[in-house]
Structures are given as structure tokens and as C-alpha cells.
């Protein structure tokens, strides 16, 4: 189909910017680079869908990717006229006399799949509904104000829209998510929680998340894959992927400078990649409960790393052959399947170990056998260290 698509207003968002259709979920762009001066003065093209009653115009700015859904296309059969070269053919066209316009800034989009009969503010079937989550959802944590919102549709369970706000808390939390593509513009944001979602099996928006959020719970869900294509908040301060199905911490996740505590405990890492690189601002690691055979990093830990948590696993002893940051202050090796000469094979790494800083502790509980009276223990102590045994 052909026709002229024009933004009345683009908002301070330079472009280029990629045109998609409803006609196959806004998957595959059919204009690629058109540019904000292109869509200002009405943008002609031919490569319009046949179908197409949504568009969604997304930057493609290394900056950010803001996006706005243009519906209502207007979808006639017709000749082409006196506008474009006639035909001798009839084609379904966007009336050329017709320009699809928007009067509003390009905005953050919103799109979440999941069971909305769950919301605890009520069933969310329509605008105002969803309104009322986002204010006042998950039993009042949710406190988002100054709801604008443009181009709703709810399909089934999935819900997208043009969505700014303000707020501190958002949570999607026990509501059988499934997929998380972007949850809009809000600003002053904070804490985005996303718990209790078995369903939700990958977290990779398409859309940036609000670059304020400092703290993302994304624990008890169902992830096998993080390994987000957008950059992860600037300012955040803590990841928790407590509890989910992740194997392999991907080494090609940046992690912000800044980022202080990193959880992911519980969930079903066999090896840490020795590729994995750390910001130095990490002070807390939790690597507890899983399925560590071995830890022995390829690149320095952070420098700031105060507490590395590696109970609950299926080690069998712990020499790594880089140093550990003198920094380090507690070290958890508790419930793994360490034995005498497990031990035995530790002591080198042990007499290469930094003077205990005050407080400093290395656990060893629950272990196959005691670290009481070997030789390990001795090492330790004689540096400051207090063992647990």
C-alpha cells in the first residue's frame, strides 16, 4: 500500500527513525532511516503493508529508541489519482489525499504480555482500568501520577500503548507475565519490580528501560536468558535475579558503573564464566545455591568487593588462581561437598590470601568434612581470618 505518514510534532527526539505495521506484530520494519525532517513534512511511501491500521514510528538514535503507535490509518481501495503516475492496475492504497498525523511528543512505549485478570486493583480490560493498576497496583505499591496515555490496545493479554508518568514504584509482579518489551516513560523511577512470574522465561526489552531505576527485582520468575540488547539503567544500584533458571550468566551483559549489589543466587549456574567482567564499584556477589563445580575467575574481581556468597554449591574445594580483592571481607563457602583433602588442595591459595580486614570471615559449614584442625584452617587464622567450621 502507499501512502503519506506525518508527525506534527517529534519532541526533542532527532531520529533517524524505523516505520513498523500491525500487520505482523511491528516486528519487521517496512522504512528503515527515515529521517525527522522526512515525517515532519509528510512522508510518502509504497511499502506500506496491505492491511495496516497501526503504525508504530520508532527511533533508531543510538541515544534512546522512543516510539509512538499511529492509528486509525485510514485503509481504502482505490485508483491511483492525478497525485502519483496513474496505473492501469487496482491496488489497496492509504488514500492519497489522506496525511495520518500525531499531535503528541514521541513517547516511551509500553507493552507487557500477562494475565491482567490477576491485577489486585481489579481485572484490567480496558484504558481506565489500566489507569487504576498503574496508580495503585500490586496492594498500593505501585504510586505512578500524571498518567498520560495514547494509542491503548489490549489483544488477548497483551497491552501496549504511548505511556509517560511519574512515580517512584512499579511493580508487575505475580501476574504470569510472559514478556516485558518496554513499560513506558516513567519518570523518577526507581524500584521496577518483577517477581513471581514463572511464565516469563526472557527479559529482553526492546524498549530502554527509565534510565533512573536504581533497584530491579526480577527474582521467582522462570528466566533462562538475560541478555537484554538494551542497556541496562545507568543508575542502577542493584540486579537481583534471585530464584530464576539462569545456567550462564552471560559475559556480554554491561553491567553499569555504579552497580553495588549483583544477586544471583538460587538459580542453575554450573560454571561462572571466567569472560565475565565486574564493575569495580561491586560490593556484594551472590552466587549461593547453585551448581558450582568450580570458580575460578579469568579477570580481577571488583576492587570493592566486600562479600562473595558461593554456599550451597558443588565444590569440592576453592583455589582460584587470581588473587582475591584485598577488599574482600566474607567469604561464604558454607553447604558445598568439601573434603579433607579438598582442603589439602586449598592451601596454597590460602597462604597467597590478603591479612583478614577487620570483620573478615570465610565460612565452611556444612561442609562433607570439618576444616577443624587442618592445616587450611591454621593458614587462615594465622592471617586474622575467622573460620567457620
Not at 484490567?124 to 495503585?136: G, N, R
Not at 517477581?195 to 530491579?216: A, E, H, M, R
Request: aromatic share 10%; with cysteine.
Amino acid at each position: 500500500m502507499e501512502g503519506t505518514i506525518t508527525l506534527t510534532i517529534a519532541g526533542a527526539d532527532t531520529g533517524p527513525f524505523n516505520l513498523y505495521s500491525d500487520v505482523d506484530g511491528f516486528i519487521s520494519a517496512f522504512e528503515v532511516g527515515v529521517s525527522k525532517a522526512a515525517l515532519m513534512a509528510g512522508y510518502f511511501t509504497v511499502l506500506i503493508p496491505a492491511g495496516t491500521n497501526t503504525i508504530k514510528v520508532m527511533s533508531v538514535n543510538k541515544l534512546c529508541n522512543n516510539s509512538i503507535f499511529l492509528t486509525g490509518v485510514d485503509v481504502t481501495t482505490t485508483t491511483s489519482t492525478t497525485l502519483f503516475p496513474p496505473t492501469t492496475t487496482t491496488s489497496t492504497t492509504i488514500a492519497p489525499t489522506t496525511t495520518t498525523t500525531t499531535t503528541g511528543a514521541l513517547f516511551y512505549a509500553f507493552d507487557v504480555t500477562a494475565d491482567w485478570s490477576l491485577a489486585d486493583t481489579g481485572a484490567v480490560t480496558d484504558q481506565t482500568s489500566f489507569e487504576a493498576f498503574l496508580a495503585a497496583g500490586y496492594y498500593g505499591s505501585n504510586d505512578l501520577t500524571s498518567i498520560v496515555i495514547s494509542g491503548f490496545s489490549k489483544v488477548g493479554n497483551r497491552i501496549q500503548c504511548n505511556l509517560t508518568a511519574n512515580g517512584t514504584n512499579f511493580f508487575l509482579n505475580y501476574l504470569d507475565v510472559t514478556q516485558i518489551n518496554g513499560i513506558g516513560d516513567i519518570v523518577g523511577l526507581d524500584r521496577f519490580e518483577v517477581l513471581g512470574n514463572t511464565g516469563l522465561t526472557d527479559f529482553d526489552p526492546i524498549y530502554s528501560l527509565p534510565d533512573s531505576i536504581s533497584l530491579l527485582f526480577l527474582s521467582n520468575n522462570g528466566i533462562i536468558n538475560f541478555d537484554p540488547v538494551q542497556p541496562l539503567p545507568s543508575n542502577l544500584f542493584e540486579l537481583n535475579l534471585f530464584g530464576n533458571a539462569i545456567t550462564n550468566f552471560d559475559p556480554s551483559v554491561a553491567l553499569p558503573n555504579g552497580i553495588v549489589n549483583l544477586g544471583l543466587g538460587s538459580n542453575q549456574i554450573v560454571t561462572f564464566d571466567p569472560t565475565i567482567a565486574l564493575p569495580n564499584s561491586l560490593v556484594n556477589l551472590g552466587l549461593e545455591n547453585n551448581l558450582i563445580v568450580t570458580f575460578d575467575p579469568g579477570l580481577a574481581l571488583p576492587t570493592s568487593l566486600f562479600q562473595l556468597n558461593l554456599g550451597g554449591n558443588s565444590m569440592v574445594s576453592f583455589s582460584p588462581t587470581i588473587a582475591l580483592p584485598t577488599s574482600l571481607t566474607q567469604l561464604f563457602l558454607n553447604d558445598n561437598q568439601m573434603t579433607t583433602s579438598g582442603y589439602t588442595s586449598s592451601e596454597a591459595w590460602a597462604s597467597a590470601l590478603h591479612t583478614a580486614p577487620i570483620g573478615g570471615q570465610i565460612n565452611f559449614q556444612t561442609n562433607v568434612n570439618s576444616v577443624t584442625g587442618t592445616t587450611l584452617e591454621t593458614i587462615l587464622t594465622a592471617s586474622g581470618w575467622s573460620v567457620g567450621a
